[in-house]
């Protein structure tokens, strides 16, 4: 009976999918169907001497929803800490990883911290920025938790880290409110020279901040699950 | 094979497919991590349908990477930059959830639905 009714919903969805996208079987658009995205890309390298104009609709253009985005990954850490707090005795001891798993976790975990810094670093130039970047450096530490069974992590440190990466994102934003541009994450550092790592303005100085953010937060994340019982 | 079946069309049928697979895992599996996978390959579809929405045939990633790039032979920023917030706030989901699963397990001892008094389908 379960079956048969999801199988009518999930029919019903399709049909509605069709309708949505005119049809399963569609043509390749050959023009911009949307105006805002022709503004946009018009406008952003001179506006925000961003190279990569995803980067500069995420950071400038809908840098308030990117703040919003930030707080919503904020409350989720916050979540899953609560939830695996750990009550009562640590967890027995993990097994015990064989020499090669560790000594290669060890070795691979500073080229992947590596790799997030320049993820992060060249987040207005290519695809790439604060979030993706974040996570690699997270997936370091998560390596590194997985493989060892006792690690110094200074959770406290990442806290604070977390704390200050977010606070840095708000005061950039106010720092913008106050200066000549008058809004809130407005551009106020020059442009520099485009195509360049030190250009676009805020934009590296965001992302470098979200990149610390998101990094301290989804490792403090891993650390709660491998740390409740 | 060039003109048989076009982008669209394709990135259009594996959204809608990964979409259903997922609401179909969420609606008739009783597994609870079962269903968080299942929301999981959902909200992939979402966002493969919501990047397709920009696409603008034969044209490139909208990164002024080399001098002499056109605007017009770019495709929509704005549905990427909305994907990147979907991806996030999806990994939050997940996140929280699993979180909730796990500690689920503490107190019942089982992750079937249909075992778990109050959460009955």
Same mark, same amino acid.
């Given at each position: =009976?379960?079956?048969?009714i ?72 916050l979540g899953?800490s ?5 009550t009562?005795e ?14 290669g ?6 080229? =992947? ?19 993706p ?24 440190? =990442? ?64 650390y709660? =699950?491998?740390?409740?019982? | ?15 809608a ?81 699993l ?23």
């Open positions: =009976m379960r079956k048969v999801s199988f009518l919903l999930l029919a019903g969805f399709v049909f509605y999918f069709a309708t949505l996208t005119g049809g399963l079987i569609i043509p390749d658009s050959s023009a911009d169907r949307n105006s805002v995205g022709l503004d946009i890309l018009s406008r952003s390298a001179g506006e925000t001497g961003s190279a990569n104009a995803v980067t500069s609709v995420v950071v400038l253009y809908r840098g308030f929803d990117t703040l919003g985005e930030v707080t919503v990954l904020f409350l989720a850490a899953v609560v939830f695996m707090k750990s009562g640590k967890r027995k001891k993990v097994l015990d990883q064989s020499f090669i798993l560790k000594t976790s060890r070795l691979l975990f500073p080229l =992947m911290f590596l790799f997030g810094m320049y993820i992060i670093a060249h987040g207005h130039l290519s695809p790439g920025g604060g979030f970047g974040g996570v690699i450096i997270a997936t370091g530490f998560f390596v590194i938790l997985l493989t060892s069974e006792s690690v110094n992590f200074n959770k406290t440190l =990442m806290s604070v880290l977390e704390g200050l990466a977010g606070l840095s994102f708000i005061g950039l934003g106010v720092v913008g409110l106050l200066g000549p541009g008058n809004s809130f994450l407005q551009n106020f550092l020059p442009l520099g020279e485009f195509n360049t790592v030190f250009s676009a303005g805020i934009i590296p100085l965001i992302y470098a901040v979200v990149g610390i953010k998101v990094g301290a937060e989804l490792s403090s994340v891993v709660a =699950m491998k740390e409740s019982k | 094979m060039n003109g048989v079946l076009s982008i669209s069309t394709v990135l259009n049928f594996g959204s497919g990964l979409i259903v697979l997922g609401l179909y895992i969420v609606f008739t599996q009783k597994n609870l991590i079962k269903m968080v996978i299942g929301i999981d390959l959902a909200e992939t579809g979402v966002n493969v349908l919501l990047v397709s929405t920009g696409y603008i045939k034969g044209n490139t990633a909208p990164i002024f990477s080399k001098t002499g790039l056109q605007v017009s032979s770019m495709v929509d920023p704005v549905p990427q930059a909305l994907v990147l917030t979907s991806i996030v706030i999806g990994f939050g989901v997940s996140a929280l959830a979180a909730m699963i796990i500690k689920l397990y503490e107190k019942t001892g089982t992750l079937d639905t249909s075992k778990i008094r109050g959460l009955k389908w």
